[in-house]
């Protein structure tokens, strides 16, 4: 560029370079990709918890081997939201229809397997091992399901990333078991790193 043109050049233009922008889009409606509209039916819920993301492994059990039908990656805001927003779906649900049918408990002395042993006996196809992101999530419910549609809100249009479903009688114990996956995570969050050794 010769010294004319750079004196041409209006003022205001963006410099040369990477641009870096916040984007706020509202997610008016989620796209719902070919390759996930049909969804996935479960019967558990696998919560586990890293240090920034909590991953929900929805699993079938109707028969052997056991399948990983859906792997989703939540942040922990996320999780927040999506448990206040079970708890509401599941208060209209008793509303509508009564509680959910109460699952049999185990019987006294049979343990829960270790969840080493779960996944050693768990077909997990290598597409699924990543899982889903979603940074969002979409609830409904029928007499006999809740569908949860589970979103990436990226600009320029929101996506869901996967779509699963889950028995109606199963929903209060992946509720528990979301809430205390999250409330453990909290107080690891308030308590701060444990102390080194020898301190």
Same mark, same amino acid.
């Given at each position: 560029?010769?010294? $004319?043109?750079?004196?041409?050049?209006?003022?205001? @233009?963006?410099?040369?370079?990477?641009? =870096?922008?916040?984007?706020?889009?509202?997610?008016?409606?989620?796209?719902?990709?070919?390759?996930?509209?049909?969804?996935?039916?479960?019967?558990?819920?696998?919560?586990?918890?890293?240090?920034?993301?909590?991953? /929900?492994?929805? !699993? /079938?059990?109707?028969?052997?081997?056991?399948? !990983?039908?859906?792997?989703?990656? /939540?942040?922990?805001?996320?999780?927040?939201?999506?448990?206040?927003?079970?708890? $509401?779906?599941?208060?209209?649900?008793?509303?509508?229809?009564?509680?959910?049918?109460? !699952?049999?408990?185990?019987?006294?002395?049979?343990?829960?397997?270790?969840?080493? $042993?779960?996944?050693?006996?768990?077909?997990?196809? @290598?597409?699924? /091992?990543?899982?889903?992101?979603? =940074?969002?999530?979409?609830?409904?419910?029928?007499?006999?399901?809740?569908?949860?549609?589970?979103?990436? =809100?990226?600009?320029?249009?929101?996506?869901?990333?996967?779509?699963?479903?889950?028995?109606?009688?199963?929903?209060?114990?992946?509720?528990?078991? !979301?809430?205390?996956?999250?409330?453990?995570?909290? @107080?690891?969050?308030?308590?701060?790193?444990?102390?080194?050794?020898?301190?």
């Amino acid at each position: 560029m010769n010294p $004319e043109d750079e004196q041409k050049k209006p003022e205001g @233009d963006p410099p040369p370079g990477p641009v =870096n922008q916040e984007v706020h889009h509202s997610q008016v409606s989620a796209r719902v990709p070919s390759t996930v509209g049909r969804g996935a039916f479960s019967t558990g819920v696998i919560v586990m918890q890293g240090s920034d993301e909590f991953v /929900l492994d929805f !699993l /079938l059990m109707l028969a052997q081997p056991h399948q !990983l039908v859906a792997r989703v990656v /939540l942040p922990p805001r996320t999780v927040e939201r999506f448990i206040h927003a079970l708890q $509401e779906n599941l208060r209209g649900y008793k509303q509508n229809f009564g509680a959910p049918t109460a !699952l049999p408990t185990q019987p006294p002395g049979v343990k829960q397997p270790p969840v080493e $042993e779960v996944y050693d006996q768990l077909k997990i196809a @290598d597409e699924s /091992l990543s899982g889903q992101y979603a =940074n969002a999530v979409m609830i409904g419910h029928t007499p006999a399901e809740f569908w949860f549609d589970f979103i990436t =809100n990226f600009y320029p249009r929101s996506a869901v990333s996967s779509r699963v479903f889950l028995a109606a009688p199963q929903v209060p114990r992946f509720l528990d078991t !979301l809430s205390q996956a999250f409330q453990k995570y909290r @107080d690891r969050q308030q308590g701060g790193p444990p102390p080194a050794a020898g301190a």
